[in-house]
T-cell receptor, first 113, second 112 residues
Framework: EAQVTQNPRYLITVTGKKLTVTCSQN?????MSWYRQDPGLGLRQIYY???????DKGDVPEGYKVSRKEKRNFPLILESPSPNQTSLYFC????????????FGNGTRLTVT | GENVEQHPSTLSVQEGDSAVIKCTYS??????FPWYKQELGKRPQLIID?????GEKKDQRIAVTLNKTAKHFSLHITETQPEDSAVYFC???????????FGTGTKLQVIP
């Protein structure tokens, strides 16, 4: 089954404790991206990757890192999480052309205390 | 950068009525406009999309219109059903997904 898999689904952590949210897709998509969803703000793009070893900042990249060493994986790294990073995070992938829609993962609800 | 405004933020309609959600965008480089539906606790899923060289697209009860000159696009749902209740997001995309800007969402409630 074609899908985008995120882990974990839920994560509670403390300020400053490094964490990684994994994202993997099995559709051989070139484009992958991360979004955070907050009430009243919609989905905001954190980082995106057009292909392996090619990443770029979205609208809200501060406090986040990403890597794209393999085509299928695109982890989101929070080196020193802060409470304002408490949010619902979605990973998504796309074939990358204008005709290709985004396929979203199931989301990761992160709470930073 | 791109700015996408979406209205209304909430919308209640009676079952069988039509619902219209409107979005405006600011960047003339945006050339792809998808609409996503997000049910409670689930991931957003594409319901319809339109490219900048097309003015209107229809898929059964759902249609999208685009006015490039005015930089706005709208989602139309006819004969609404309770299962249409969800949050709907519009988006403006440029550069083949290099830049994706979402609207803030519309919570649609269809009352049986």
């Amino acid at each position: 089954e074609a899908q985008v898999t995120q882990n974990p689904r839920y994560l509670i952590t403390v300020t400053g404790k490094k964490l990684t949210v994994t994202c993997s897709q099995n559709m051989n998509h070139e484009y992958m991206s991360w979004y955070r969803q907050d009430p009243g703000l919609g989905l905001r793009q954190i980082y995106y990757s057009m292909n392996v070893e090619v990443t770029d900042k979205g609208d809200v990249p501060e406090g986040y890192k990403v890597s794209r060493k393999e085509k299928r994986n695109f982890p989101l790294i929070l080196e020193s999480p802060s409470p304002n990073q408490t949010s619902l995070y979605f990973c998504a992938s796309s074939g990358g052309t204008v005709n290709s829609p985004l396929h979203f993962g199931n989301g990761t609800r992160l709470t930073v205390t | 950068g791109e700015n996408v405004e979406q209205h209304p933020s909430t919308l209640s309609v009676q079952e069988g009525d039509s619902a219209v959600i409107k979005c405006t965008y600011s960047d003339s480089a945006s050339n792809y406009f998808p609409w996503y539906k997000q049910e409670l606790g689930k991931r957003p899923q594409l319901i319809i999309d339109i490219r900048s060289n097309v003015g209107e697209k229809k898929d059964q009860r759902i249609a999208v219109t685009l006015n490039k000159t005015a930089k706005h696009f709208s989602l139309h749902i006819t004969e609404t059903q309770p299962e249409d209740s969800a949050v709907y997001f519009c988006a403006a995309v440029s550069g083949g997904y290099q830049k994706v800007t979402f609207g803030t969402g519309t919570k649609l409630q269809v009352i049986p």
